[in-house]
């Protein structure tokens, strides 16, 4: 039974194009995308009182035409190749094409057979190709009329109109559609990337950190003394050794800052057996330049809700920062319960930062004057790092320093499991 509103198509033996376009207008902001089609064709066949009608698109990846929608009466096809005969021919054509014409014009006695044969199976009365703003994007195939006449001119008027206007809807479709597509596509191979990326680094890191051990060995004369010669031959090894160690932490580096909340892998953590497992690693460093490092994050602090592995990385990004840029001074890491989240603070006495300069250090590259920091320059991911990792967790990431009067890091973790779900949605 037609609807309401389509009963109005008609209206003193004129078709009303507007009603019909109000009425699908509506139906695309209010239905999803494949109803709004559907809609689309059961329009046009009411509009002409069409027995069925179908809805065909060009799909690039398979280069084929592949239907859509069916209203009524399905095709007996559902795809046609681009380049078969009658893709080919689709190209050529310029609006809507009978198949009474195909019968009766001289100009199809060649092609008649395999034309018709081509409509039979698409149960088609009428092709019309579906021509975008570049090229054909597709055609709609009619069939005959419910009362078995012909169509006459103002029905073939209300299609060209008509379908003119659904055309640039179904292009604007169409374009969204391969636009997600290709979205998906892409954050597939983002993913695969990173995986790969991190597989690469850990599996090269592994042998790495044995030749700079060994290296180191036999610089300290652990097997034995060596020549100036062997010795400076062992420098440039474990020089080299170093320079690719930077390069691996750059890329994994890179690879963080494209992590997202969907890659977490969430557990229950107790931040004070974390930083003090981390602790000796940085020990040494800041042992040479006569800092100590302070853990003041008590043993029944509240656990917090995160991705292990990331949370690790913010603290060692913190800690390189703080041991690079403090010397005879303190660092010291601390944390308490703020409501719903746990704050954590990690403080130094080492040079400062400008106030002006308080969001631009978070920035990807963006470096302080490598000078001032003992360790040289690293890659000027580290803190950009720790924020992303920081904010896909729910939480936030602020620095409060001056110049000369050392720097304190602050960041939010949540303490219900909850609230990182819903964050991550």
């Known amino acids: 039974m037609a609807r309401p509103l389509l009963a109005s198509i008609f209206r003193r033996g004129r078709i009303d194009y507007q009603s019909v376009l109000r009425h699908l207008q ?134 060209h109109w008509v379908l003119s206007e659904l055309t640039l809807i179904f292009s604007h479709a169409s374009l969204n559609e391969e636009l997600i597509r290709k979205q998906v596509l892409l954050q597939d191979l983002n993913r695969l990337k990173t995986e790969f990326v991190n597989n690469i680094t850990h599996d090269l890191s592994t042998p790495l950190s044995s030749i700079l051990g060994m290296s180191q060995s036999l610089m300290d004369g652990d097997v034995g003394l060596l020549t100036a010669e062997q010795k400076k031959c062992v420098e440039i090894i474990s020089h080299s050794g170093e320079k690719l160690r930077h390069l691996f932490e750059t890329i994994l580096d890179i690879s963080q800052l494209e992590a997202t909340a969907d890659q977490l892998h969430i ?43 990331k949370i690790q990385v913010v603290f060692q990004k913190l800690l390189d920062n703080a041991v690079c840029y403090t010397h005879q001074g303190r660092i010291v890491i601390s944390a308490h319960r703020l409501g719903d989240r746990l704050q954590v603070e990690l403080g130094d006495t080492g040079l400062g930062v400008d106030k002006r300069y308080h969001d631009s250090i978070f920035e990807p590259f963006w470096m302080v004057d490598g000078g001032l920091c003992r360790g040289g ?42 609230d990182l779900r819903l964050f991550s949605r």
């Open 26 to 159: 509506k139906v695309r902001l209010e239905k999803t995308q494949d109803q709004f089609y559907q809609e689309a064709v059961e329009v046009v066949c009411r509009m002409v009182a069409a027995q069925g009608a179908s809805l065909f698109f060009y799909h690039a990846p398979s280069d084929q035409w592949s239907l859509k929608v069916a209203a009524f009466h399905p095709p007996l096809l559902v795809a046609l190749p681009s380049h078969s005969f009658f893709g080919e021919w689709l190209k050529g054509q310029e609006g809507i094409v009978s198949k009474s014409e195909i019968l009766a014009d001289p100009r199809y006695n060649e092609d008649r057979a395999q034309l018709f044969k081509y409509y039979m199976e698409l149960k088609a009365h009428l092709v019309i190709p579906l021509k975008g703003p570049m090229d054909i994007i597709g055609f709609m195939a009619l069939g005959p009329k419910v009362d078995g006449r012909d169509y006459d001119d103002r029905e073939y008027e209300a299609l």
């Open 267 to 309: 557990q229950k953590i107790n931040l004070h057996q974390m930083v003090s497992d981390l602790l000796p690693s940085f020990s040494k460093t800041a042992q040479s330049q006569e800092t100590s490092i302070e853990m003041e994050i008590p043993e029944n602090v509240p656990y917090v809700y995160g991705d292990v592995s």
């Open 377 to 418: 320059k690293g890659s000027g991911l580290g803190l950009s790092v720790a924020k992303k990792i920081v904010e896909i967790h729910g939480g936030r990431i602020w620095l409060e320093s001056r110049p000369q009067k050392g720097a304190h890091f602050y960041f939010t973790l949540p303490l219900k499991p909850a």
